[in-house]
Structure formats: C-alpha cells, structure tokens
C-alpha cells in the first residue's frame, strides 16, 4: 500500500485558512469514508483532530473541519492560531485485494503560522 | 483517564529480537481494538499492526510481515508488538495507540508517548 500524498508545507496569517489535500486512490480514499487527521507538534504524540472525513472529536476546536471529494480528502484550518503550527497528517482505512485490514499515512505536511 | 504506556525499548543489534509493550488505563481495553504505529526519527507515521478487540484478527503492514507480531493480553490490560530479525529501517520511535472502535472508528484516538527503537551494531 502506498503512502497518500500530502503537500510537504502550507501555511497562512493568523485569522486567515489553510486546507491541507491528501491524495490517495479508489483502494483507500476514494472507497472509504474513513479518512483520519492528526496534528502532531514537536516533541509530542500525535493527537486525532478529524475522523469519518468530516467529524470532530470533543474538544476539537470547530476551527478544524474535514471534506473529500473523489481519491482526495481535504483538512481546513480556519480562523488560524498560532497554536495550530504543526505538522498534520491524513490516514485512510484499506482493505487490500487478500482482504486485509490496513492503513495508510500521508507523508505529513508542515503547517506554518 | 485515559492512558497507554509503551515499554521495551532500547538498542538492538541488526537479526536480533525485541518485544514492545503497551500497558491500557482508564477504559475497558478487552473492548477495542489497538494498533501499533512507528515513526522514524524525521519522518512521518507509519502504522505498523492491528489486533482485534478480542485478538481474533491481526493484521500487519507488508512491511514489517513474517518479523513482527502483534498480540494481547486482556487480563494484563497490555499489547504487545513481538520483533524478529530486525533491520537498520526499523529504527523509530514506536507508539501504541486504540482504535476508537464505536465513537471514532477507523481512527486512532488515543495515543501513547512512544518507546525508541534503534537498530545497530
């Protein structure tokens, strides 16, 4: 399974949005509405801020929102703070022609405020 | 609250073996499904291995099958992450993390702090 292409930096003014694409294919994005997002800051473990495509954990700022349309999936930032500067990746749940379960990461985009 | 806690790590020679363990607190582990996630030191996540609530399915990432298992113990409220003839590219720092299973399915929702791997002679 190939990793989901995200671009490698994005990034906006506070106040401004961000959206932040995840690529992948008709095996994994495109066949399933389980599309994650985790934000991870230096140092720290990764924390899931978008799951089900579009849904928000509690706690999740409704700052964060998710969509997808086709293989690509998107995360949008908006009303950006500074405490939103991380590095952000996508995952998608697989099940590949030997009918395993797996899952697949983006390669991570750098968000800076 | 919610809490896992990996163990195990350290510095391993290339072939040999080591065994990864993640201890569950503040929810009812027999009840989800857990997950192993890497990362090498700069570079991005890269999920590992999965295992049924109950441990009736694993399943691996082709990277890492026929060398690593993933098992658990629901008496010990622990999984654990068996690995075998171990190379330079496994160096990484390795979380354990649940899979939200009924509110976040798909998805991992809680995570560890990770247990370092690092692969060398």
């Known amino acids: 399974q190939s990793a989901l292409t995200q671009p490698p930096s994005a990034s906006g003014s506070p106040g401004q949005s961000v959206t932040i694409s995840c690529t992948g294919t008709?095996?994994?994005?495109?066949?399933?509405?389980?599309v994650s997002w985790y934000q991870q800051h230096p140092g720290k473990a990764p924390r899931l801020v978008i799951y089900?495509?579009?849904k928000r954990p509690s706690g999740v700022p409704n700052r964060f929102s998710g969509s997808k349309s086709g293989n690509t999936a998107s995360l949008t930032v908006s009303g950006l703070q500074a405490e939103d500067e991380a590095e952000y990746y996508c995952n998608s749940y697989a099940n590949s022609y030997t009918g395993s379960d797996n899952w697949v990461f983006g390669g991570g985009t750098k968000l800076t405020v | 609250q919610m809490q896992l806690v990996e163990s195990g790590g350290g510095v391993v020679q290339p072939g040999r073996s080591l065994r990864l363990s993640c201890a569950a607190s503040g929810f009812k582990f027999s009840s989800y499904a857990m997950h192993w996630v890497r990362q090498a030191p700069g570079k991005g996540l890269e999920w590992v291995a999965n295992i049924w609530y109950d441990g009736s399915k694993k399943y691996h990432a082709d990277s890492v099958k026929g060398r690593f298992t993933i098992s658990r113990d629901s008496s010990k409220n622990t999984v654990y992450l068996q690995m075998d003839s171990l190379r330079a590219e496994d160096t990484a720092l390795y979380y354990c993390a649940r899979d939200g299973q009924y509110g976040t399915p798909y998805a991992f929702d809680v995570w560890g702090q990770g247990t370092m791997i690092t692969v060398s002679s």
């Open positions: 089900e495509v579009t």
């Open positions: 008709s095996s994994d994005v495109g066949a399933y509405n389980y």
